[in-house]
Each structure stands twice: as structure tokens, then as C-alpha cells.
């Protein structure tokens, strides 16, 4: 008889530890993945930055040619009436 209650807290103690160590483990597994989320969700961050710098600055790039574009055009409208001037 004693033997038997002793086997039976053993074993309750037993399923016990194995409840709290898968419960440990659990818990470090959502860790794990939380971590890894985070990494994901900063770098996914990086590489929005990062697009928006490249964005930014094929914008500045564009606003640069247009410009020059402009003055060229002012240049070329410029010499077009100094030369309807000399025709006239």
C-alpha cells in the first residue's frame, strides 16, 4: 500500500514536471518567434527607408533635370527672340 502511494505522487510529481517543462518550452518557442518577428518587422522597416531614400532621391534627380530642362528652354526661347529681333 505504501508503495502504491508512493508511486502514485511520484508519477503525479512526474506529469507535473513534464506540464511545467512543455509549458517552459512553449514559452520560449513564442519568444523565439516574437523575436524573430520583430527582426522581420525591423528590417522590412530598413527596407522602406531605404526605398523611400532611393525614391527621394531619383525625385531630387528628376527635380534636377527638369530644371535644367527649364533653363535650357528659357536659353533657347531667349536666343529664338533675339533672333526674330535681328530678322525684323
Given at each position: 500500500d505504501q508503495v502504491c502511494k508512493m508511486l502514485g505522487a511520484d508519477a503525479a510529481n512526474?506529469?507535473?514536471n513534464v506540464y511545467v517543462i512543455a509549458m517552459e518550452l512553449?514559452?520560449?518557442d513564442m519568444e523565439k518567434d516574437m523575436?524573430?518577428?520583430?527582426?522581420?518587422?525591423e528590417q522590412?522597416?530598413?527596407?522602406?527607408?531605404?526605398?523611400?531614400?532611393?525614391?527621394?532621391?531619383?525625385?531630387?534627380?528628376?527635380?534636377?533635370?527638369?530644371?535644367k530642362d527649364m533653363e535650357q528652354q528659357q536659353k533657347d526661347m531667349k536666343k529664338d527672340m533675339e533672333q526674330q529681333q535681328k530678322d525684323m
Open positions: 512526474a506529469t507535473s512553449q514559452k520560449k523575436e524573430l518577428q520583430k527582426k522581420d518587422m522590412q522597416k530598413k527596407d522602406m527607408e531605404k526605398d523611400m531614400e532611393l525614391q527621394k532621391k531619383d525625385m531630387e534627380k528628376d527635380m534636377e533635370l527638369q530644371k
